[in-house]
């Protein structure tokens, strides 16, 4: 693929400093090593290196989620690809899916939720603050699917507008509030996933969901350590990314029973509940 006017492009000077540009004809990036003329990468295919003003080597990526993710500009604390990566793959979110998102803050989570569900799907995006819409906006126009992102503006409603939706995925301060206008939006079977960072904020989640008519709760803590692969000399990286955020995983039922809370953990099955070979 050649770089053309449009074109995200991942311009790498070293692993410790990328930078992502839309390329437009004329425009110019400013770094410590020099200066880089989207002129000079317009007609390269990713892979390729040039040069900057001082004569500096940049090599010409092609941005993933993950970039994309990383480098948008926050106005709060973004969810990380480790949690995004495992929140898509738990929620079985697909191509298509319509998927209802309460709390979007900076978009980050909107991004990897619009990339699942592609230009089939539709994410429906709920903030309490309408200030955040227009860089939210502005965050998510890196991936080409603002047209599968409705973001909206709402307190703590009784409902949603919307019905029948597969997934929910819930960040604010106090999920056991949403509990119920989620259930009412979710189809049977449908999964919720909620964000919280605090022990006390999945205590009183899981209670709520359980007495609200979901099951299957399990709540996961994510944490990543950078392993530094040196020749005779690999080590682990002394810092690394920490508690973030705790998940707490549930599905819809259509009954509304009380569920006390498990005290097993919804992945950990006996032998006897697996099916044999």
Do not use: C
Request: aromatic fraction near 8%; hydrophobic fraction near 40%.
């Amino acid at each position: 693929m050649q770089i053309s006017e449009g074109t995200a492009v991942l311009f790498y000077l070293d692993a410790r400093r990328t930078y992502l540009k839309t390329v437009h004809p004329g425009d110019k990036l400013h770094t410590h090593k020099g200066m880089i003329s989207m002129d000079d990468a317009i007609g390269h295919p990713f892979g390729d290196s040039i040069r900057t003003h001082l004569g500096n080597t940049v090599i010409l990526l092609e941005p993933t989620l993950e970039d994309m993710m990383m480098k948008i500009q926050r106005q709060t604390q973004i969810i990380y690809p480790k949690e995004a990566a495992l929140i898509i793959l738990k929620a079985g979110v697909l191509k298509g899916y319509r998927v209802l998102e309460v709390g979007f803050g900076s978009g980050a989570l909107t991004m990897a939720l619009a990339n699942a569900v592609g230009d089939t799907g539709k994410v429906y995006a709920y903030d309490r603050r309408e200030d955040r819409i227009e860089k939210a906006l502005r965050n998510t126009r890196w991936l080409n699917l603002t047209h599968t992102i409705q973001f909206k503006t709402a307190s703590i409603p009784d409902r949603y507008d919307e019905s029948d939706l597969d997934a929910a995925m819930v960040d604010v301060p106090e999920p056991w509030e949403v509990v119920e206008p989620v259930w009412t939006a979710l189809r049977g079977g449908g999964r919720w996933v909620s964000l919280s960072p605090t022990y006390n904020q999945v205590e009183k989640t899981a209670i709520a969901l359980g007495r609200g008519g979901f099951i299957f709760l399990e709540t996961i803590e994510i944490l990543t350590r950078i392993i530094l692969a040196r020749e005779g000399r690999t080590r682990p990286f002394e810092r690394m990314i920490g508690h973030t955020a705790f998940l707490t995983f549930a599905r819809k039922i259509n009954e509304r029973r009380a569920e006390p809370v498990p005290e097993v953990p919804a992945g950990e099955e006996s032998p006897e509940a697996v099916e044999p070979t």
